[in-house]
């Protein structure tokens, strides 16, 4: 008979928990930070006829979670857009591939894929290393401003730059370690829409930051002069639309960006709701604490829940002019360091998951939720009566780390202070993602369904002895690409957003989106991801609209991401193609034309995009 969650966790020893080597290197390896993959080293000299006086080595690539990884691949740091173009027609020349990378945190194969041998044909240009400038452009009466920025700019210094002259945006992702560059080519977003009665100020919006780009300038092919040339597009221009989100299909060097005044946020977290309450389903007695409760009343919401728990870490953000006399003031981004620098004991107990003692994600997930409650809201009473596994994982030096830096439940700053939380320090997981395109109305009928079939489908797996999922279920809540958040007259929405509204539609105005998170190698992963996507893929067409988040994984077949080719081909297309108009066929079009000879693609991208 095959025992309870729990009971597997405590079948664990403590010296199996707590003094591993096996636990030690997986730890390190999970927490590897800010560490660079391999190292680079030049060879014997640059390809043929590269051009001179670029910094040019062979490099492993390898992205945030470690789950795609090549050979030592040549990478060069262009310093100005005209290197940029010179890589490119090089490229062009000697029948090679040209790919834009940034800061790698991200799931998806749009750069390279997993596995590309040295001897591949392709050339890296990292943006980040002096493809950074930026500036202020314009500032309007009405509060908004214009920035500059070079792709390779990260979203933090971003921020940072607008939030200095007074200015921020709506939501943005939570990592600040993005690429502006890598950000816009997958239509990052945070999670906003509108409280009820709320109304957007001049530059601000509820979509992705691609929504917020007013013009932009890519390299793209001119037959006249037989090259690849660097060309600013505006917003209104119809390429453009293709451009705003390309999926690593183009090569776009600088965009300008409209933001609006800046506002504080408080932000505020409770781990007291129990998840059947959170995601109840509609029709729920009045006084039920609801996710699209909290979604009428502050428009700004996240729910984690951690596996095999009951209550997850609801967090919401409102905005409030003046500081409550509660809230904890902050002047910086990333405020839960218990989150992004793990206890050392926690970082063993996830290195023995690596190790193979995979039945644990009961134990790691009760740990975790405990770990982010105490140092919320100070409450160690839970962890005084939890078991003796947890205690001896959440010691009194941890308890007393947690607690030293006090409480954050509860705060309150300028925006880019509250919407950035996640620092590269954080644990490396891999992570599934889809947006369902619902009516507001429906948005609790979406979270209820998912969260029933969730907790049931991993109920399922733990009885046979599998335990996909170590991590959390993270949810969060957007509306949908409104041009008029860039004000540029006659823009449109970008093509291949997840957020792009659906013209016979325009009831559908929100966006529910769902991520789970867990340990590469984790057994059985892909497979309890595939049932996952499955489940979404099949609800009621007539009240959501399912499709892909870029940056995350997606297209599981029982043993893999990005390889089911009924997702690939059909369903993908399909959810982008929902209600007719403009979309991923004229977006194909548009990239095709830009790009004839697909110098800025690869095989994973050809093979998705047609």
């Not at 039920?288 to 984690?304: H, M, P, Q, S, W």
Request: hydrophobic share 45%; with cysteine.
């Amino acid at each position: 008979m095959t025992e309870e969650p729990s009971k597997q966790g405590r079948a664990l020893s403590r010296r199996g928990l707590l003094a591993s080597s096996a636990a030690a290197g997986g730890a390190v390896w999970l927490l590897r930070g800010l560490a660079r993959p391999g190292s680079a080293y030049a060879a014997s000299g640059p390809p043929p006829g590269f051009p001179a006086g670029l910094d040019v080595h062979q490099r492993v690539y390898e992205n945030w979670a470690g789950e795609i990884r090549t050979d030592q691949l040549w990478t060069c740091a262009p310093r100005t857009p005209q290197d940029v173009l010179d890589v490119v027609n090089w490229a062009h020349g000697a029948g090679w591939t040209a790919r834009a990378q940034g800061q790698r945190h991200g799931w998806a194969p749009l750069t390279v894929a997993d596995g590309t041998p040295a001897a591949a044909h392709v050339i890296l240009l990292d943006t980040t290393a002096h493809l950074t400038a930026m500036s202020l452009e314009q500032q309007s009466a009405d509060g908004s401003a214009e920035v500059r920025v070079q792709a390779g700019a990260s979203l933090e210094t971003l921020l940072a730059f607008a939030g200095a002259g007074g200015h921020g945006v709506t939501a943005a992702p939570a990592p600040g370690d993005l690429s502006v560059g890598g950000a816009l080519a997958i239509g990052a977003h945070g999670t906003a829409a509108p409280a009820l009665g709320e109304i957007p100020a001049p530059g601000h919006g509820y979509g992705s930051l691609s929504n917020l780009v007013t013009e932009l300038t890519a390299v793209v092919w001119d037959s006249d002069a037989g090259s690849y040339v660097l060309r600013t597009f505006g917003r209104a221009e119809p390429d453009c639309a293709a451009l705003l989100t390309h999926l690593g299909r183009s090569l776009v060097t600088e965009a300008v960006l409209r933001v609006g005044a800046d506002v504080n946020l408080r932000c505020r977290s409770y781990l007291d709701i129990p998840a059947a309450e959170l995601f109840a389903a509609p029709g729920a007695p009045a006084g039920t604490r609801t996710l699209a409760g909290f979604v009428d009343g502050t428009g700004r919401v996240e729910a984690i829940w951690f596996a095999f728990t009951d209550s997850p870490w609801l967090k919401t953000w409102s905005v409030t002019p003046h500081r409550p006399l509660a809230a904890r003031a902050v002047t910086e981004p990333y405020n839960y360091p218990f989150s992004d620098s793990i206890p050392e004991p926690v970082a063993r107990l996830a290195g023995e998951l690596v190790s193979g003692a995979w039945a644990g994600a009961a134990l790691f997930g009760q740990v975790q939720y405990l770990l982010a409650k105490v140092a919320l809201t100070g409450d160690i009473t839970d962890v005084l009566l939890s078991g003796t596994l947890v205690r001896d994982v959440l010691t009194g030096d941890v308890l007393t780390h947690l607690l030293a830096g006090g409480l954050r439940s509860d705060l309150w700053g300028a925006s880019r202070n509250l919407l950035e939380y996640v620092r590269p320090t954080t644990l490396r997981e891999t992570a599934n993602g889809y947006a369902v395109l619902t009516r507001r109305a429906d948005l609790q009928w979406v979270v209820s369904r998912f969260a029933d079939f969730y907790r049931t489908l991993l109920a399922q797996y733990a009885a046979r002895g599998e335990f996909p999922v170590n991590g959390q279920v993270e949810i969060r809540v957007t509306g949908l690409e409104d041009p008029a958040a860039c004000g540029v007259p006659g823009a449109r929405p970008p093509l291949l957003s997840a957020l792009r509204p659906r013209p016979d539609r325009p009831d559908v105005d929100t966006a529910v989106w769902i991520d789970i998170l867990s340990l590469p190698t984790t057994p059985a992963l892909h497979r309890f991801y595939r049932d996952v996507e499955q489940f979404l893929l099949a609800l009621d067409g007539d009240r959501a609209t399912v499709r892909v988040e870029w940056s995350k994984g997606w297209a599981y077949t029982e043993t893999a991401a990005w390889s089911d080719p009924d997702v690939l081909t059909g369903a993908i297309p399909a959810g982008h193609r929902a209600g007719g108009g403009p979309g991923w066929d004229e977006a194909v079009a548009i990239l095709d034309r830009l790009d004839p000879h697909h110098v800025l693609s690869s095989p994973f991208l050809d093979a998705l995009l047609r």
